[in-house]
């Protein structure tokens, strides 16, 4: 393996960038739509730009439906994008498999939120850690060395203990370790996790998250965070990122998003994450009636800004106008798209 190389790469290079990063999934046609011009789609993501850099983790946020894993797979170039562009080291990437693919995979690995979906239940761990070293020509001369050295850095010691079992025979939390150490045969510069902790027994989702903290740090990798847990989004990344149905509505530092959220979604999300003083039953009754109601249809979203419809603070131009993306000032690079920061059209 040789990431040791590219662990010296500088921390803080930019890895893998979206640019107005588009996807609608067209919807089948009914038989009474076949004449009409017009062709609905799912307007799943819309305009999203992250920038995932060495030795970072950036948190993408969100309800289900709003968007994030297909994030995800635009960024591993598992879908065709609709629209705007993704950049591998400044360089636009569209890749449709084959040896372009791998050769992709290589710099890019995806961890899925199912470890047991994900791994293969016919085969063993030696099997799929083989394959994945193989693959990208990461075995070396010592292919026993290769595949202990994998499953050291995810911390399945000794590793003779599970090189031979099957997927089954582990813990959720042993195959998610298991996946990461997979992807991490390929040598990756950047790792996009879907979710790789909800699916896990709560006390074990900790380990979890801190390994990948530790790979980050040990080999300077590039993490993109997914998850619907803004609380462990504070705790894991350095960078947090807010989608709602399909556009991002907030960004800046972990820290000063979670603690002085700025878009009215951000502070329902974190309102609506489990707090200990909400089980006192001891709950406003205003505080509940705020933001309530359903995500909104992606195939005719709302004009204007998509949350308008839930929006507490809403305004008439919210329904009209699509909002910007608006400097708050109270931390370097803390944004909202939300026409409740328009000093300008405030005055
Ligand atoms: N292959 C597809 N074809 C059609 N629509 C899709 C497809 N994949 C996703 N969608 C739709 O795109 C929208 C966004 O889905 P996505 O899975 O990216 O959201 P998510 O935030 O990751 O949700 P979850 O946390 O539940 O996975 C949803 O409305 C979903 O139904």
Redesign the pocket.
Same mark, same amino acid.
């Given at each position: 393996m040789t990431s040791t190389q590219d662990a010296k790469a500088p921390a803080g290079e930019v890895v893998l960038e979206a640019i107005g990063l588009t996807k609608h999934?067209p919807v089948r046609r009914r038989l009474r739509d076949l004449f009409s011009k017009e062709h609905d789609a799912?307007h799943?993501v819309d305009d999203v730009h992250l920038t995932l850099r060495r030795g970072q983790v950036v948190a993408l946020v @969100?309800e289900? @439906? #709003? @968007?994030? #894993?297909?994030v995800a797979r635009l960024l591993a170039q598992l879908y065709p994008r609709t629209g705007g562009d993704i950049q591998l080291h400044g360089r636009s990437t569209t890749v449709k498999g084959g040896r372009n693919f791998r050769g992709y995979a290589a710099r890019v690995q995806m961890i899925f939120q199912d470890p047991f979906a994900s791994l293969n239940p016919v085969h063993t761990i030696r099997y799929h850690l083989t394959r994945a070293l193989k693959i990208h020509h990461n075995a070396g001369d010592d292919l026993d060395a290769a595949l202990a050295a994998l499953l050291t850095r995810v911390s399945l010691t000794p590793p003779e203990r599970y090189l031979d079992k099957f997927p089954h025979e582990l813990s959720g939390g042993q195959r998610q370790r298991v996946a990461i150490a997979r992807a991490l045969g390929a040598d990756p510069e950047a790792l996009l996790a879907d979710?790789p902790v909800s699916m896990l027994d709560v006390s074990i989702r900790l380990g979890v998250l801190n390994l990948l903290r530790d790979l980050k740090e040990r080999l300077n990798l590039a993490i993109l965070y997914?998850t619907?847990d803004i609380a462990s989004a504070r705790y894991f990344a350095d960078e947090t990122l807010v989608m709602y149905a @399909?556009r991002m509505v907030e960004g800046g530092d972990s820290e000063t998003v979670t603690q002085t959220p700025a878009h009215p979604y951000t502070r329902l999300l974190i309102d609506s994450a489990p707090d200990p003083d909400r089980l006192t039953g001891d709950i406003d009754p205003l505080e509940e009636d705020r933001g309530n109601g359903e995500p909104p249809s992606?195939i005719r979203p709302p004009s204007g800004c998509r949350f308008h419809p839930r929006c507490p603070a809403a305004m008439p131009r919210c329904s009209t106008d699509l909002p910007v993306r608006l400097e708050i000032g109270d931390a370097p690079g803390h944004w909202a798209a939300c026409w409740l920061y328009d000093k300008a059209g405030a005055q």
């Open positions: 999934f799912v799943a @969100g289900s @439906g #709003s @968007g994030k #894993s297909t979710e997914i619907h @399909g992606l």
